[in-house]
């Protein structure tokens, strides 16, 4: 990063593929689904500025994974979490980072496809804000990149717990946390990084 900032930007769409088939799953279900609508939007406005879209997703312990059978195993008849792959479902033009732990940088190839990219900003959405998003963004903010996390584009199993990461990661990462229905992507992008 240091080398060449960049001021483009990239959308991070972290473990939004999910069949919230766990612990705490039935908790996170419904702010899930509402982050799942203003990711949808804020997916819109990317796609309008050329902002590229990369999903970064657990890989749910099967490590044969690749993304056509994480997004099968989530929306199998019996989970939960469909209505996140009907709103959410990837497209071809999208890209597909697998994860084997809570950061998206950690053992992926986040770190060698963000500089191809040309990208220095990013905009992490998704579950669970005080979890991958928090990690993310904490291993984002030692690489030097510009955050934004829209507050209601993220996710915990408590909005209490999404508060704190949000304060965490406003105060501690420099992230811009103001909500996608109050900053637009074009206004955030105009911003000097």
Same mark, same amino acid.
């Given at each position: 990063? %240091? +080398?060449?900032?960049?001021?483009?930007?990239?959308?991070? $769409? $972290?473990?939004?593929?999910?069949?919230?088939?766990?612990?705490?799953?039935?908790?996170? *279900?419904?702010?899930?689904?509402? %982050?799942? &609508?203003? $990711?949808? @939007?804020?997916?819109? &406005?990317?796609?309008? @500025?050329?902002?590229?879209?990369?999903?970064?997703?657990?890989?749910?312990?099967? /490590?044969?994974?690749?993304?056509?059978?994480?997004?099968? =195993?989530?929306?199998?008849?019996?989970?939960?979490?469909? %209505?996140?792959?009907? @709103?959410?479902?990837?497209?071809?033009? +999208? !890209?597909?980072?697998?994860?084997?732990? !809570?950061?998206?940088?950690?053992?992926?190839?986040?770190?060698?496809? #963000?500089?191809?990219?040309?990208?220095?900003?990013?905009?992490?959405?998704?579950?669970?804000?005080?979890?991958?998003?928090?990690?993310?963004?904490?291993?984002? =903010?030692? *690489?030097?990149? +510009?955050?934004?996390?829209?507050?209601?584009?993220?996710?915990?199993?408590?909005?209490?717990? *999404? *508060? /704190?990461? #949000?304060? $965490?990661?406003?105060?501690?990462?420099?992230? &811009?946390?103001?909500?996608?229905?109050?900053?637009?992507?074009?206004?955030?992008?105009?911003? &000097?990084?």
């Amino acid at each position: 990063m %240091a +080398d060449s900032p960049s001021h483009a930007a990239a959308l991070i $769409i $972290i473990d939004m593929i999910n069949d919230l088939d766990f612990e705490g799953g039935e908790q996170l *279900r419904p702010p899930a689904e509402a %982050a799942a &609508e203003r $990711i949808v @939007a804020l997916r819109g &406005e990317a796609d309008a @500025a050329g902002v590229p879209v990369i999903y970064v997703n657990d890989n749910f312990g099967h /490590w044969h994974s690749e993304r056509s059978s994480i997004v099968e =195993h989530c929306d199998r008849a019996d989970s939960p979490g469909r %209505a996140l792959i009907a @709103a959410l479902r990837p497209r071809d033009s +999208d !890209f597909f980072v697998v994860k084997p732990q !809570f950061s998206g940088f950690y053992a992926t190839n986040l770190p060698v496809l #963000l500089p191809q990219l040309g990208v220095g900003r990013l905009i992490l959405t998704g579950v669970a804000a005080d979890i991958c998003v928090l990690f993310t963004a904490a291993d984002a =903010h030692m *690489r030097e990149y +510009d955050l934004w996390v829209p507050g209601d584009t993220v996710a915990s199993e408590s909005d209490s717990h *999404r *508060r /704190w990461a #949000l304060e $965490i990661m406003r105060h501690s990462m420099c992230a &811009e946390t103001c909500p996608s229905d109050e900053l637009a992507l074009a206004d955030w992008l105009a911003r &000097e990084a």
